[in-house]
């Protein structure tokens, strides 16, 4: 999967959560049924899957400091962007989308994972595979 970070506009609504083997029952949940992405709209067939992140609390310097692993900042060296908010969530959505005229039929379909941060009200598409 290729990684990004572009905020892309989202609809929710109902979509399909998986489908049973050899049978025709669909289960739905809420979640993202279209976005909009660098100008073209996807349209969710799909959820594949849908997980919460926690913030990087490991990277915190109190976390380095109980395991004695806080050393003074080095200049030559980048120091890492911790968040100050450490419980921050954000709910990641892996679907399966088409976009175009095809939409729903297979053509120009795609894997991707969407994101929506509960900090800023934002979404973001972090991950692709089309």
């Known amino acids: 999967m290729r990684r990004y970070d572009d905020p892309v ?9 998986g489908r049973e083997q050899g049978g025709d029952t669909i289960t ?3 979640g993202p049924e279209q976005f909009l992405w660098r100008g073209r709209l996807w349209r969710v067939s799909e959820v594949l899957a ?25 200049p030559d060296q980048p120091r890492l962007r911790v968040p100050t908010d450490l419980t921050a969530e954000r709910d990641v959505w892996r679907v399966e989308a088409d976009r175009g005229r095809g939409a729903g039929q297979g053509i ?4 991707f994972d969407l994101t929506f941060d509960w900090t800023d009200g934002g979404w973001r598409l972090t991950r692709c595979q089309d």
């Open 28 to 30: 739905t949940v809420e």
């Open 9 to 17: 506009e989202v609809r929710r609504g109902r979509v399909a959560w």
């Open 108 to 111: 120009d379909k795609g894997v």
């Open 50 to 74: 849908h997980w919460v992140e926690t913030g990087p609390w490991w990277r915190s310097r109190g976390v380095h400091a109980v395991l004695g692993a806080d050393e003074p900042d080095q």
